[in-house]
């Protein structure tokens, strides 16, 4: 299952991706339970240090989130390590960033349950049509190859790539045009304000600079006319 969700800089993707693992993991013996593929091994993609950042969350909230303990026991594992994390249930985690080798990772003979690409583009990426098109390149025969080749496909792998659209040939740009990915665009404004005359007025008391106060002032304005 491929999805691709859009979301401006600061909607807390490193959150849900930390998130989507953890629950990945607590619930790995519920899915076998029901009769599912286990959800065992989980690669993290990420431009740089993205990925290990991701990882070092989850590693961090299973150590220390009491509700999490209470719920589900100690899942600290015997492998522990910003390279590499394989919890109690027996759960592997590999964080990988763009450079690094990724086509044909697995675990002792296992593909990926679940892959999550995240902000594997910066500004400086998107800026060549060449560099576009090798990033393109990668990620179709690199990334979407984690699954295996089409006769190893599990129909049981879930890709997420979220991200920040950076261009409209960027590689999160494009799979949001492919109809084989679920999922759209979160935008950082819902609506837009039809009371642009009292923002006009909040901007000129928050840049009044005779106003020591200014902020306070813009401030109490707003609260004073807020919706």
């Known amino acids: ?117 995240s902000d594997v583009q910066k500004g400086r990426d998107v800026e060549s049509p060449l560099i576009r098109e090798k990033d393109w390149r990668w990620y179709t025969s690199d990334v979407r190859r984690l699954e295996g080749n089409e006769e190893e496909t599990q129909a049981s792998m879930n890709m997420l790539i979220e991200g920040t659209v950076l261009h409209e040939d960027a590689i999160l740009a494009k799979c949001l045009k492919n109809p084989a990915y679920s999922g759209g665009k979160y935008p950082a404004v819902n609506e837009w304000s039809d009371r642009n005359d009292l923002w006009d007025k909040w901007k000129s008391l928050y840049t009044d600079l005779a106003d020591e106060n200014r902020r306070g002032t813009a401030l109490e304005f707003y609260y004073t006319h807020k919706a």
């Open 1 to 117: 299952v491929l999805h691709a969700v859009a979301a401006p800089r600061g909607g807390g993707k490193t959150t849900i991706h930390t998130i989507c693992i953890l629950h990945h993991v607590v619930y790995k013996e519920f899915s076998e339970l029901l009769g599912l593929p286990p959800n065992d091994f989980i690669v993290v993609v990420g431009e740089t240090d993205g990925a290990y950042d991701i990882v070092d969350n989850v590693r961090a909230n299973l150590e220390t989130n009491d509700a999490l303990i209470a719920d589900f026991g100690n899942l600290v594992g015997p492998t522990w390590g910003r390279e590499r994390t394989r919890t109690a249930n027996n759960c592997y985690i590999l964080p990988r960033s763009r450079n690094s080798r990724i086509r044909g990772l697995n675990d002792l003979g296992r593909r990926p349950a679940l892959v999550i690409v």
